[in-house]
């Protein structure tokens, strides 16, 4: 998990971070949130580094909103027949990166920590 956690952190920090501290030209708001979330998750990941299950949620995050777009814009985009280069190099990414969450995440701790207790109330913990 530690290695995943430094794998994101290194390939979203230096371009993310390097935008919004030495900005080139004047970012729009969703183009400025992107890269301002990007910069906040890279963090978060450098965090699960030390805290790996503390932090596990942020794999979890980056599994979900993987297979989202593929589901929300890939598909569409091949059903459409409209996939141009960029959108099949993400597509590639976003693969990998589920094939690398399904195996790392530990998924007995997940059940464990979250699903089993999840409509268990908190007086009775």
Same mark, same amino acid.
């Given at each position: ?26 970012? *729009?708001? %969703? ?29 979890? %995050?980056q ?8 589901? *929300? ?6 059903s459409?027949g ?12 976003? %693969?990998?990166?589920?094939? %690398? ?21 908190s007086?009775?913990?």
């Amino acid at each position: 998990m530690r290695g995943l956690f430094f794998l994101n952190f290194i390939s979203l920090a230096f371009d993310n971070w390097s935008t919004i501290l030495f900005p080139g030209e004047h970012m *729009g708001v %969703l183009t400025g949130v992107a890269v301002s979330f990007w910069a906040g998750f890279s963090l978060l990941n450098l965090i699960g580094v030390r805290f790996p299950l503390k932090l596990l949620p942020i794999l979890m %995050l980056q599994l979900l909103y993987k297979s989202a777009w593929i589901i *929300g814009t890939y598909w569409p985009a091949r059903s459409a027949g409209i996939i141009d280069a960029a959108i099949q190099e993400f597509f590639w990414i976003c %693969l990998a990166g589920i094939a %690398l969450n399904l195996v790392i995440i530990p998924w007995g701790y997940v059940y464990q920590e979250y699903v089993k207790n999840f409509f268990r109330s908190s007086a009775a913990s």
